[in-house]
Structures are given as structure tokens and as C-alpha cells.
């Protein structure tokens, strides 16, 4: 039923002019949050479908952490959306669209950036540059470790 929901939201937003994904995010059969992909609507690459579910559901439950949490979503979500997912505590996720199907209608950017996040650095292009802190007393990480709580 969730799933349907998700999928059902997708394919509006593609009648909309939007992209084909849709997420429902859900805690003891409640539906806590859900989206569309908005990036063409706010102009932002963070407009993502289940990006936005986890934010309707933080706000309304006055928290971050949704344990216990279980996403429904349209297609399988992209890195951006998987680390939010990881990172909120969400408990599973299950998609419809495999990568490898939104990689066949021309949306396969998430596929090479798993592929490059797997030690494929040819994937995307994009080039990494790791610069040390020098000075450690304005390391941020460092300050945060010697902080007295």
C-alpha cells in the first residue's frame, strides 16, 4: 500500500513535469512524511523525494532520529538520499525501480556515483583534493575531540 503511494506520487510528478520519483516514509503504519523529486520546481539539488519526507517527518515529530522508520520510495534512492536515509535512523527501505532500470531512461548519474564510491574514480567527473589543517587550534574536528562536555 505504501509502496503504491510512492509510486503513485511519482508518476504525478511526471505528469507534472517532474522527474519519475516518489517517497512515503512511515512509523507504526503511519505515514510520517513523503515527496516528489522538486528539484525542478525549488531549484535545488536537494529537493530529492525522500529528502523531503525525512524533513516532513523531523519537523512534525520534533526530532532526527526516525528509528523504527520505514521509506518507501519510487525508485532506489541515490548516495545523497541513502546517507540521509543511513543517518536518520530509518530502519528499511523499499523501492520499485531498480538503478540500473533509471540508468536505462537517462537517469544514471546515482549508479556511476555508487560506482565511484565503490574505488571507481573514473565514474564522474569529479576530482577529490584532501588539504590538511595546519594549524591544529583551528581544526574544528580537533576542537570538538578536547571539548569539555
Excluded at 60 to 80: E, F, K, Q, T, V
Excluded at 83 to 101: H, Q, R, T
Excluded at 129 to 135: L, P, T
Aim: glycine share 10%; hydrophobic share 45%; with cysteine.
Amino acid at each position: 500500500m505504501y509502496l503504491e503511494r510512492a509510486i503513485k506520487l511519482a508518476n504525478e510528478n511526471v505528469d507534472a513535469g517532474g522527474s519519475p520519483f516518489g517517497a512515503v516514509l512511515v512509523l507504526d503504519d503511519v505515514i510520517i512524511g513523503e515527496g516528489v523529486n522538486e528539484t525542478h520546481i525549488i531549484h535545488d539539488i536537494s529537493g530529492h523525494a525522500e529528502l523531503l519526507a525525512i524533513r516532513m517527518a523531523q519537523k512534525a515529530l520534533g526530532r532526527i532520529d526516525l528509528s523504527g522508520s520505514i521509506m518507501y520510495a519510487s525508485g532506489h534512492p541515490c548516495p545523497m538520499c541513502l546517507g540521509a536515509i543511513a543517518f536518520s535512523g530509518i530502519e528499511s527501505v523499499v523501492y520499485a525501480n531498480s538503478l540500473e532500470e533509471a540508468a536505462s531512461v537517462g537517469l544514471g548519474l546515482s549508479k556511476d556515483i555508487y560506482s565511484y564510491l565503490s574505488g571507481n574514480v573514473d565514474a564522474i567527473q569529479l576530482k577529490m583534493h584532501h588539504q590538511e589543517i595546519g594549524d591544529a587550534s583551528v581544526n574544528p574536528m580537533l576542537r570538538l575531540k578536547n571539548r569539555t562536555l
